[in-house]
C-alpha cells in the first residue's frame, strides 16, 4: 500500500517536472521568435516590480537589521565589532537577499499569477484565447516569465541595499560602532562577485516564481477548489524549488565565480 | 467546409461521442441538439481543435486538423468565431477591448481604425455606447452580445455557437436568435448551434443534427425534422421525461 502510494506520488511529481520542462522550452521559442505581447510585460513587470516593493523593502531592511544585531553579539566578544557590515554585506549580496526577496515574490506573485490563470482556465477565457487564434504561451506565459526575470533582480538589489543600509544603522546609532571602519570593512571584503552571484540567482528565481505560477494556473482542476489548490501549489512548489536551486546555483557559482 | 468522420471521444472510459459523421457545407447553418451531457460541446470544440479525437477525424476546407499542433491549429482558427455559453469574455479587460481582441493580434489597423470597427460591430448587437464597461458590468444576454461582437469583428467564414441561450429569459433568447439569423445573413458565415432550445435550432437551424446516446441520429433539413414522427426525436422536441426519469 505504501509501495503504492509513494510511487504515485513520485509518479506524479516527475510528470509535472516534465510539463514545467515543456511550458519552459515553448515559452523560451517563443520568446527567441518575438512573439511577445509587449504591453502586457510591461504591465507584468509594473505588477511584479513597483507592487513587490513594501514586501520586499521590509524583508530586506528587517532581515538586515536582525542579521547585522546577531552578528555584532558575537563579534563583540572577540573585539571584531567593525567586521559586522562585512559579515552583513556578503550574506545579504550572495544568499539572503536573493533568496528571501524570491520568497516574498513567490507567495505575493506566484499565487496571484496561478490564481489569475486558473480562473481564467475554468471560466473557458483560455479556450477563447486560442479560439482568437492566440496562443496561451505567446499571452499569458511568456510576458509573466519575462517579467519576473526583469524585475526580481531589480527588486534583489534594492533588498541588498536596504538590508546593508539597515544593518549599518543599527550598528551605528544603537550599538555605537564606529561608522568609517564599519563601511570600509563592508567594501574590502563584499566583492563585484558577490553582487553578481545574488543577481544572477534573482534572475533565475524569477523565472521559476513565473512558470511554476502559470503551469498551476494552466493544469488547475476545475471549479473553485482547483483554483484554490493551485494557489497553494503554486507558492509551496516555487518556494520549495528556490530552495533547491539556491543550493545547486551556490555550488555552481562557487565553482565558477570564485575563480575569476 | 466542415466535415467529421468516424468521429469518438471517451472521458475516462466513459464513451461520450461515437463514430460521429455529417458534413456542413459552406453557407449552411446547422443546429446540433441532444440531451445535456450528451456530447454537443465536446463535438463543438473537435471542430475548432480544442479537443483532440480519440478516433476519427475533422476536416475544414479539406485540411484535416486532427494531426495539427497548436500553433498550427492557430491558422486554421482564424477562420473561426466562436461563442461560449458563458460568453468567456476577458475580464481584466473592458467591453471594447474584448471586442478588439482578434484585431489587435492579427491585422494591423490604427487605434482609430479598431475604434471604428468596435463600435460598428457593438451597434449591430445591439450594444452600442458600452465599450469602457467591464464583463462583471453586463447582464448575461450583454455578455453573449458582446461575445458574438468579438467573434465575429474579423469576419470569420465560421461561426460556432455553444449554448447561446442557454440561462437567458424568453425575451432575451427570442433577441440572440434574431441576432444570430441577422449575423448568418448579414456576413454570409457558415453557422454552428448546439442548444438544446428547440425555439432556437428550429429559428437558427436550416439543418438539424441530433446526437443521441453519443451517436448521430437525425440528421436532416429543419422542416423534416421537426416533423418527424421517430419517438426518440419526438420526445425530445415535445420535451417529454421517461417514466423511469419522472420516479426520479
Known amino acids: 500500500m505504501f509501495d503504492f502510494y509513494a510511487s504515485k506520488r513520485i509518479s506524479t511529481a516527475l510528470t509535472e517536472l516534465g510539463q514545467c520542462a515543456l511550458l519552459a522550452r515553448d515559452a523560451a521559442a517563443s520568446l527567441f521568435k518575438w512573439r511577445v505581447a509587449w504591453k502586457d510585460l510591461l504591465y507584468q513587470v509594473y505588477f511584479i516590480g513597483v507592487k513587490s516593493q513594501s514586501v520586499v523593502l521590509i524583508t530586506g531592511a528587517f532581515t538586515g537589521m536582525v542579521f547585522g544585531w546577531q552578528t555584532y553579539v558575537q563579534f563583540h566578544k572577540v573585539k571584531m565589532d567593525t567586521a559586522t557590515l562585512a559579515v ?3 550574506a545579504v549580496c550572495d544568499e539572503l537577499g ?85 563601511w570600509n570593512n563592508m567594501l574590502r571584503f563584499t566583492h563585484d562577485v558577490d553582487v553578481v552571484i545574488g543577481v544572477s540567482k534573482a534572475f533565475i528565481f524569477g523565472g521559476i516564481i513565473a512558470l511554476v505560477g502559470c503551469h498551476k494556473g494552466l493544469t488547475c482542476g476545475l471549479g473553485a477548489e482547483g483554483v484554490g489548490r493551485a494557489t497553494t501549489e503554486a507558492v509551496v512548489y516555487a518556494c520549495i524549488t528556490i530552495l533547491i536551486t539556491d543550493f545547486f546555483l551556490t555550488m555552481l557559482q562557487s565553482i565558477l565565480l570564485r575563480q575569476l | 467546409m466542415i466535415e467529421v468522420r468516424n468521429l469518438s471521444k471517451s472521458f475516462g472510459g466513459h464513451p461520450v461521442l461515437d463514430d460521429v459523421s455529417f458534413r456542413i457545407e459552406n453557407g449552411e447553418s446547422v443546429a446540433i441538439i441532444g440531451r445535456s451531457g450528451g456530447g454537443k460541446s465536446v463535438l463543438l470544440k473537435h471542430l475548432i481543435g480544442l479537443l483532440q479525437p480519440d478516433a476519427g477525424d475533422v476536416l475544414i476546407d479539406g485540411e484535416s486538423i486532427v494531426a495539427m499542433d497548436e500553433r498550427q491549429l492557430l491558422r486554421v ?172
Open chain 1, 98 to 182: 536573493p533568496v528571501l526577496t524570491a520568497l516574498m515574490v513567490a507567495g505575493r506573485v506566484g499565487a496571484a499569477m496561478a490564481a489569475e490563470i486558473g480562473t481564467m482556465r475554468v471560466t473557458e477565457q483560455i479556450d477563447a484565447l486560442r479560439t482568437l487564434a492566440t496562443h496561451p504561451v505567446d499571452y499569458l506565459v511568456v510576458p509573466r516569465i519575462a517579467a519576473g526575470q526583469i524585475a526580481l533582480p531589480l527588486l534583489t538589489i534594492e533588498s541588498i541595499c536596504f538590508g546593508i543600509g539597515a544593518s549599518f544603522t543599527v550598528c551605528v546609532y544603537l550599538l555605537g560602532v564606529d561608522p568609517s571602519f564599519l
Open chain 2, 77 to 248: 482558427r482564424r477562420k473561426f468565431g466562436m461563442v461560449f455559453q458563458g460568453a468567456a469574455l476577458f475580464d481584466s479587460m473592458t467591453v471594447a477591448e474584448n471586442v478588439a481582441f482578434g484585431l489587435r493580434r492579427h491585422e494591423h489597423l490604427t487605434e482609430a481604425e479598431i475604434a471604428g470597427r468596435v463600435a460598428g460591430v457593438l451597434d449591430v448587437v445591439g450594444l452600442a455606447g458600452t465599450q469602457d464597461k467591464k464583463p462583471a458590468e453586463l447582464s448575461g444576454g450583454m455578455r453573449k452580445r458582446a461575445g458574438l461582437a468579438r467573434a465575429v469583428i474579423y469576419e470569420p467564414q465560421i461561426v460556432l455557437y455553444d449554448e447561446p441561450t442557454t440561462g437567458l429569459d424568453p425575451i432575451v433568447s427570442d433577441s440572440i436568435d434574431k441576432l444570430m439569423v441577422q449575423v448568418r445573413d448579414r456576413f454570409k458565415v457558415t453557422t454552428v448551434v448546439v442548444t438544446h432550445d428547440m425555439r432556437t435550432a428550429q429559428r437558427v437551424g436550416q439543418r438539424v443534427l441530433m446526437l443521441h446516446e453519443g451517436r448521430m441520429y437525425a440528421n436532416s433539413p429543419a422542416d423534416v425534422f421537426f416533423g418527424s414522427t421517430d419517438p426518440v426525436v419526438r420526445q425530445f422536441i415535445d420535451g417529454v421525461a421517461d417514466a423511469k426519469e419522472f420516479l426520479i
Open chain 1, 88 to 90: 552583513v554585506g556578503v
